[in-house]
């Protein structure tokens, strides 16, 4: 299969996906372009052993979570630089998905900065069963686990989700 035919059957994925990572339009763009730049160096190594699109996705998530990284290491660096911690200084990205209408973004705003403090392959979970709605045989390929190790993970995210919103409601 050609590089041009995977791009356009997985380009909306792909971006989708990696909005759900990173909330912001330019960093999903610059994700997804990063995600085919490595499937087409990486193609003559895929070797079917589970779908092309399960291989897209797994390059797409390990790319998205690898850009949070350098984030966070930016931000440590910045803080580091300016030798002082204030929590005015670290921001969460604004919200920026074109099918939110305005008056949610605040409350989907919200609800992101709580899913971003799961931990990775519990926001990983989440992500894909509930807002790329993946069957649980799916995600397990995806993330090379067990369908019920799948529904364990998940289960404990929404807990911890629960938990979290309850700890800032209370504030």
């Known amino acids: 299969m050609k590089l041009e035919e995977i791009y356009t059957l997985q380009k909306n994925a792909v971006f989708n996906l990696a909005l759900s990572y990173v909330q912001n339009t330019q960093d999903a763009e610059e994700i997804t372009q990063d995600v085919f730049i490595s ?95 993946e069957k649980t045989a799916e995600v397990a390929k995806i993330m090379k686990l067990t369908p019920k190790a799948v529904e364990s993970l998940f289960s404990r995210a929404k807990t911890n989700l629960k938990k979290f919103i309850e700890q800032t409601e209370g504030l």
Do not use: C
């Open 39 to 133: 499937v087409h160096k990486n193609i003559t190594k895929f070797k079917y052993q589970s779908s092309l699109k399960t291989w897209v996705y797994r390059i797409t998530i390990n790319t998205s979570l690898d850009f949070l990284k350098a984030q966070k290491r930016n931000k440590r660096k910045v803080l580091f630089q300016a030798r002082s911690i204030d929590s005015t200084t670290i921001q969460v990205a604004n919200f920026d998905h074109p099918g939110v209408q305005l008056e949610d973004k605040e409350d989907l705003q919200r609800l992101f900065q709580q899913i971003n403090r799961l931990p990775e392959n519990q926001k990983t979970a989440l992500i894909l069963l509930k807002i790329e709605q």
